[in-house]
């Protein structure tokens, strides 16, 4: 079989939060690239054939992504490469595709359950809502974009490392957003399990360092991550008032009785 590379989602983080396909793209790779944000070693390891080469690509020293492109081409083999969430949110998707077609590599991408949509669904709200919320999702490294995008919709999804909360939070007061604006900030522990935290925009450094993350995170800002009872609920329909119909007249009916003449019998 001719090369192949793989790009899966590896979902949020939980161990029964990754597709089917996905499980069976990583059981039969020959190489995994991976990031100890997208999956830990330790269960790598317990997913993967004995022979799988796998690749931390969070090693500076590590094999260049490239070359283990060029190799699979020689050596006719599989790649996977783990992405968090989902990879439609990887900003590097169209290019890592774009490399394969110039290489001859085929292309498969496997979704995953995003980040957001996993803290959503933790703290029991929807992302998009009529009247209520529409949710744009942002990488936080250019924070500049974070702040022109801060007032243009009712909740942000930031990805972001931790460690610049207070960028991040004076980005988005700069942008317009008051200090008391409701935010979740959801990381992932070394059990593969992610922890979600509500908080507000002034607290959000502060609950950082309280929780000691530092790494990756997802920032949930705005409108849906108000507790419902804040919400104001969208004006319901006026109902339709149809005219009334006369009732039709109740119709007599009368039954003709059939009358029999008795023949009259002579006394004899």
């Given at each position: 079989m001719?090369a192949?590379?793989?790009i899966?989602g590896?979902?949020?983080g939980?161990d029964?939060?990754i597709?089917?396909?996905a499980?069976?793209r ?6 995994v ?6 999956a830990?070693?330790?269960w790598l390891?317990?997913q993967?054939?004995d022979?799988?080469?796998?690749i931390?690509?969070g090693?500076?020293?590590?094999e260049?992504?490239?070359d283990v ?8 083999l599989a790649?996977?490469?783990?992405h968090?969430?989902d ?6 998707l ?9 290489l001859g ?6 979704p ?7 803290v ?8 998009v809502?009529?009247a209520?919320?529409d ?5 936080g ?9 801060a007032?243009k919709?009712?909740?942000?999804a930031?990805h ?5 909360a ?6 988005l007061?700069?942008g317009?957003?008051?200090e008391?604006t ?7 522990g070394?059990d ?7 908080t507000?925009?002034r607290?959000l450094?502060?609950?950082v360092?309280q929780?000691?993350?530092w790494?990756?995170?997802l920032?949930?800002?705005g409108?849906?991550?108000?507790p ?10 006026e109902p ?5 119909e006369?009732?039709p ?8 009785r059939?009358t ?8 004899r």
């Amino acid at each position: 079989m001719p090369a192949s590379l793989t790009i899966v989602g590896a979902g949020p983080g939980a161990d029964d939060l990754i597709t089917v396909r996905a499980a069976r793209r990583i059981a039969a790779a020959d190489i995994v690239l991976y990031t100890p944000a997208a999956a830990p070693l330790s269960w790598l390891r317990t997913q993967t054939k004995d022979e799988a080469e796998l690749i931390d690509l969070g090693v500076p020293a590590g094999e260049d992504v490239l070359d283990v492109l060029r190799r699979a081409v020689r050596d006719k083999l599989a790649v996977v490469r783990l992405h968090p969430g989902d990879p439609a949110a990887w900003p590097e998707l169209r290019a890592q595709r774009e490399t394969c077609t110039r290489l001859g590599i085929d292309v498969e991408v496997v979704p995953g359950v995003s980040q957001e949509s996993a803290v959503a669904a933790s703290l029991g709200v929807a992302l998009v809502e009529p009247a209520h919320a529409d949710t744009v999702v942002v990488s936080g490294q250019d924070l500049t974009r974070v702040k022109d995008l801060a007032t243009k919709s009712s909740t942000l999804a930031v990805h972001a490392p931790a460690a610049r909360a207070d960028d991040l939070v004076a980005a988005l007061t700069a942008g317009g957003l008051p200090e008391d604006t409701p935010v979740a900030l959801a990381y992932q522990g070394t059990d593969r399990e992610m922890t979600v935290v509500r908080t507000t925009l002034r607290d959000l450094p502060a609950t950082v360092k309280q929780h000691k993350v530092w790494r990756s995170a997802l920032f949930l800002i705005g409108t849906a991550v108000r507790p419902s009872r804040t919400r104001v609920a969208p004006r319901a329909p006026e109902p339709v008032q149809r005219a009334k119909e006369p009732e039709p007249k109740p119709v007599r009916t009368t039954t003709a009785r059939r009358t029999t003449k008795r023949r009259k019998t002579a006394k004899r």
